[in-house]
């Protein structure tokens, strides 16, 4: 099969398209061939050598694609070849063929064409289980969403809104608030300008943040909790290391967690994926959700797609495409 591996730790260029053996399924994992994997910046960290795979996972990076079901392992039941699907991955999605535990695998949702549809496995279980399981965001309560144009970004405006919730982003430029307020924000931040501390404040206080920039924020973000609120953070983009002052917290009676979902034990990501169909495929299959999606390129065009992540120039998910309409046919 056709893959893209990192050749050694460094900047884009060392992606490379290569010839990789087929994967076998091996007792409760399916093999899916790959219609497209979406990107996500957790690839980048993993390109420059900062975020290993998980034990027993694909070199090759990729967490999410979408495609149809070709081969099950044992012990396997509830799917079907040639069925439509997306996938949570711990790595592997740049490729044709890719080997996922049967719990991490979705229906391919109603309404999505097969492709945009790798754009919704990580972002939906990641603020599925983050905003609405762990932090408990209830209708009428204000969310405050860093990097509200991002694939994370836009999935959590539409699932909040959907849910009853009010929102608030921010981001780096008017077109991308722009499109946060079609998706359904009302509060609109432009971090470059603007202190979001104090609007956020001036709109009650957030009930819930979720936070991708990690050290450089989070003092801030707990400023701008309400009373009760709840801090998530899931990324550290800024930095990993800072002060916090723990009075604010203990005035405030809020909550700080720190979660990530790539590590988790295959029974914890399988909850979370059942979770999501239960309650988010609903929601797309009626249109209150659906997978942004900035831009399309080939398999062998990697390093160009990381290039528009590392420009943050997108609003939505970035996604590569196999070229595939189908199951491959078996091979000798």
């Known amino acids: 099969m056709r893959a893209v591996i990192v050749e050694t730790p460094g900047g884009p260029e060392v992606l490379r398209a290569a010839e990789l053996p087929d994967p076998v399924p091996g007792p409760g994992e399916v093999v899916v061939d790959v219609a497209a994997a979406g990107v996500n910046r957790a690839d980048l960290m993993q390109r420059e050598g900062r975020y290993p795979p998980p034990p027993g996972a694909p070199e090759h990076p990729g967490l999410e694609v979408s495609g149809w079901v070709s ?88 699932l909040a809104r959907a849910v009853g919730a009010r929102v608030a982003v921010t981001a780096g430029s008017a077109d991308k608030l722009a499109r946060c307020a079609e998706l359904g924000a009302q509060v609109l931040v432009n971090y470059r300008e603007e202190d979001f501390v104090e609007r956020v404040r001036a709109a009650g206080g957030a009930d819930v943040v979720l936070d991708v920039v990690g050290a450089p924020y989070l003092a801030r973000n707990v400023e701008a909790l309400a009373t009760g609120g709840r801090l998530v953070v899931i990324g550290l983009q800024g930095g990993r290391s800072a002060e916090l002052d723990l009075g604010t917290l203990l005035a ?39 997978p942004v999606v900035h831009a399309r390129f080939a398999l062998e065009e990697a390093a160009d797609a990381h290039r528009v992540l590392e420009e943050s120039s997108h609003v939505g998910k970035v996604l590569l495409t196999t070229g595939l309409t189908g199951p491959i046919e078996p091979r000798a």
């Open 71 to 158: 081969a099950l392992g044992e012990g396997v039941s509830g799917w079907s070849a040639g069925e439509p699907v997306c996938a949570l991955l711990a790595g592997g999605g740049y490729a044709e063929r890719v080997a996922v535990p049967a719990g991490q695998l979705l229906p391919a949702p109603a309404g999505v064409d097969l492709v945009d549809a790798a754009a919704l496995p990580e972002t939906a279980c990641t603020v599925w289980s983050n905003v609405h399981v762990l932090a408990g965001l209830r209708p009428g309560e204000l969310l405050l969403v860093h990097g509200g144009a991002s694939g994370i970004g836009t999935t959590a405006v539409q």
């Open 252 to 290: 405030k009676r809020a909550s700080v967690h720190a979660t990530s979902l790539r590590g988790r034990p295959l029974e914890e990501k399988a909850a979370v994926v059942a979770s999501v169909r239960d309650h988010v495929w609903p929601l797309v299959a009626d249109g209150a959700v659906r």
